[in-house]
């Protein structure tokens, strides 16, 4: 239970202390906590250990509370809409299937991608760490004629944080932009589009990793995405943010502007890295966060493997309402 607390301390650790390397790749690892914490609470009943009891059932309860919202839904699309987003890839109505997916700088299979759009209907594709030449690999595999628009970000700065960003989509795009802010390591694109009655701003991000040196920016990156809830614009932003719901950085980003598509939708969590080797998905780092005034619903979340990527895929289907 001490090694629980450990990793709880450093949840509740401000933005000024959880920086560089160590804090934030431990406090990902906050939500499986739960199982030690269940199995010295069942322990401390069996033996009858009054106190242990207390302490185990403290840390449950406080990790519970800030995790209730992969438990207990706040915001899920209705049933009619997760059965038109099965149904078909329609343009035209207030509901379309989006994914999210770092392909290990461009390692990802392409045919792979393209059939899982196929298959689930996927209308908005977010991909990062794109090489040069995938996106000629996507076209190849057939990605035009499921998703005929797409905009690539600019080259990655000096900072390289994996190559450049993509968006895809089924409906036309509008105010294309390659490089939304300006920002350290791969650049923001940005896309506009009419889903329903509502035109809503897509966003493909990949900010910096604190493993990757130069870890301060890992936070000054989380900041310029932050930035955008100064704009008027219905953001949908997608990606690999390399952070997860334990960190204070991410919930600073989302604060009352944003919210988190998974921590909103009562399914429980949908980890993402890493994918395809022996050790299992552990951490959720890949987010589908939109603003919390813009008249959307972003749930029915799916991770999926991805053969050549180091991470999952990301799937939900959005709801204009």
């Keep these: ?31 499986l906590m739960l ?8 322990l401390a009943i069996l033996w009858h250990r009054r106190v242990l009891i207390v302490v185990a059932a403290f840390a449950l309860a406080v990790m519970g509370w800030w995790h209730k919202g992969y438990f207990i839904p706040t915001a899920r699309v209705s049933g009619a809409a997760q059965a038109a987003a099965a149904a078909t890839a329609d343009p035209s109505d207030s509901v379309a299937r989006i994914m999210t997916l770092n392909t290990r700088n461009g390692n990802a299979d392409a045919q792979e991608i393209v059939a899982l759009c196929r298959s689930r209907n996927v209308e908005v594709l977010c991909l990062q760490e794109l090489s040069d030449g995938f996106a000629d690999e996507l076209s190849q595999a057939g990605i035009d ?26 409906a036309p795009m509008d105010n294309v932009s390659r490089n939304l802010l300006s920002i350290e390591t791969s650049s923001m694109p940005a896309a506009s589009i009419v889903v329903g009655d509502r035109t809503l701003r897509f966003v493909s991000v990949h900010p910096n990793s604190p493993v990757r040196g130069a870890q301060g920016l890992w936070a000054s990156g989380l900041s310029v995405i932050e930035s955008l809830a100064e704009y008027d614009h219905n953001y949908v932003i997608m990606g690999d943010f390399n952070s997860t719901w334990d960190h204070e950085r991410l919930r600073s ?12 939708s009562g399914q429980g969590f949908h980890m993402t890295y890493p994918s395809s080797s022996k050790i299992p998905s552990l951490i959720e780092i890949d987010h589908i966060v939109y603003a919390k005034n813009a008249g959307v619903v972003v749930s029915d979340l799916d991770a999926v493997a991805i053969s050549g990527s180091d991470h999952r895929a990301l799937i939900a289907t959005l709801e204009v309402q």
Excluded: K
């Excluded at 199982?35 to 069942?42: G, R, Y």
């Design 1 to 31: 239970m001490l090694v629980v607390f450990g990793f709880m301390a450093l949840r509740c650790l401000p933005a000024a202390y959880a920086n560089g390397r160590a804090v934030p790749e431990l406090a990902s690892f906050v939500p």
């Design 35 to 42: 199982i030690p914490a269940a199995v010295c609470l069942a």
């Design 145 to 170: 004629e499921l998703l005929p628009y797409h905009v690539v970000s600019l080259g990655a700065s000096e900072v390289n944080n994996g190559g450049r960003n993509g968006i895809w989509t089924l």
């Design 253 to 264: 980003l989302l604060g009352d502007a944003f919210v988190d598509a998974g921590e909103q």
